[in-house]
């Protein structure tokens, strides 16, 4: 805590694993290192890390091969866990006992909330999405900068499915769905890892519901495509998909098994 600014969250399960978040990663470098790249002294944080600190080791290792002055900040609401992470702190890695309120003088470029908001209620997403875009940098359109990001989302345990939002200090943005593509079955096996904000709307319906069921039949469509390899496969699916809903990624994202659609097609109805 600083200044004396109160603790807001719940303790999270905390569990994690090294490479969990890879995916998310490697498309927050892929997106967002411009943005990290144009901050004279751009910090991001690590919001609810865990029971240990890989995911922000990881984080800071990935975005630095893209925006080499980046800082990253571990923000636990359980001191424990930022107790036994301080062994880790290095140059440019710090740990910090804290929750949404983000404990930091400045507003930072980056902040990624990972599997944190999976054991709220629904209804109190927007209320955490608010509090938190508050805190991003603000957008400078004359500088060609978009602001901070947010990246709220979820994943397996191992990383292979993840689903997140992208929101900006002016609320959410696109939604990504990324796996990987050799223990995928059928896309709306993504529906597992949707985010607290979509996973109950996931009913017919609701947008979300109408997306996925679009995404598997694009899919056995596609499936003459799979004697290529998977990765065809989805590269085509996504392809027919972008006909009917706003994909705003191309092929270079799609070959990673990927594929970000516009919030506003996923919202949920009311």
Not at 191 to 208: C, D, F, S, Y
Not at 240 to 255: F, K, N, Q, S
Request: aromatic share 8%.
């Amino acid at each position: 805590m600083s200044r004396g600014v109160p603790v807001v969250g719940a303790v999270t399960r905390g569990t994690t694993n090294p490479n969990r978040l890879r995916r998310m990663d490697r498309w927050i470098a892929a997106t967002h290192g411009a943005e990290l790249r144009r901050a004279d002294h751009p910090v991001v944080v690590d919001l609810g890390y865990g029971a240990a600190p890989w995911t922000a080791v990881e984080l800071l290792h990935r975005l630095r091969t893209v925006a080499p002055r980046t800082r990253v900040v571990g923000v636990e609401i359980e001191p424990a866990r930022v107790a036994a992470a301080r062994p880790y702190e290095r140059e440019g890695l710090s740990f910090r006992h804290g929750g949404f309120e983000i404990p930091l003088p400045g507003r930072p470029a980056l902040v990624r909330a990972a599997n944190v908001l999976r054991q709220y209620d629904e209804a109190e997403v927007a209320a955490v999405w608010q509090r938190l875009c508050a805190r991003l940098a603000p957008a400078a359109p004359g500088r060609g900068s978009p602001g901070g990001l947010l990246v709220e989302g979820t994943c397996d345990e191992i990383g292979r499915r993840h689903v997140w939002v992208a929101l900006g200090p002016e609320g959410p943005r696109t939604v990504t769905f990324a796996t990987r593509l050799g223990s995928l079955e059928r896309p709306s096996d993504l529906a597992e890892r949707l985010p607290k904000a979509l996973i109950h709307r996931n009913v017919p319906g609701e947008p979300v519901h109408a997306f996925l069921r679009d995404f598997d039949r694009a899919w056995a469509a596609a499936a003459p495509y799979a004697s290529y390899g998977a990765r065809q496969r989805w590269i085509r699916t996504v392809r027919d998909l972008a006909a009917d809903w706003p994909v705003t990624d191309g092929p270079a994202r799609w070959r990673q098994g990927e594929v970000t659609v516009r919030w506003e097609a996923l919202a949920p109805r009311g």
